[in-house]
């Protein structure tokens, strides 16, 4: 819940231009990860699909999140384990 929290205030920050540089680099450089996945639909990584995680080759599902909240979270990790 506290990561949740932390991507929707950060996105708040973001729509004001108050968020942190480092912020945004990092939600800039998961988001293009998430451009090509498979797991995405629109702007959610889509929990009704599975996909392979990147390490442990274990079938993962999307975890439903907003992606471009999420991506902000410094803690958050890819269900997928991409980032």
């Known amino acids: 819940m506290k990561q949740i929290l932390e991507g929707w205030a950060k996105m708040v920050a973001l729509k004001f ?3 942190d540089k480092d912020s945004q ?3 800039s ?3 293009s990860i998430c451009d090509s996945c498979e797991m995405r639909l629109g702007a ?3 929990p009704s699909k ?3 995680h990147a390490i442990t ?3 993962t599902r999307g975890c439903g999140c907003s992606l471009a909240a999420k991506t902000l979270v410094t ?3 890819c269900p997928l ?3």
Request: glycine share 8%; proline share 4%.
């Open 44 to 46: 959610i990584c889509d």
């Open 75 to 77: 803690k958050a990790k």
């Open 50 to 52: 599975v996909a392979p």
């Open 25 to 27: 680099e990092l939600a």
């Open 81 to 83: 384990g991409k980032w």
């Open 57 to 59: 080759g274990n079938l």
């Open 17 to 19: 231009n108050q968020l």
């Open 29 to 31: 450089s998961r988001l």
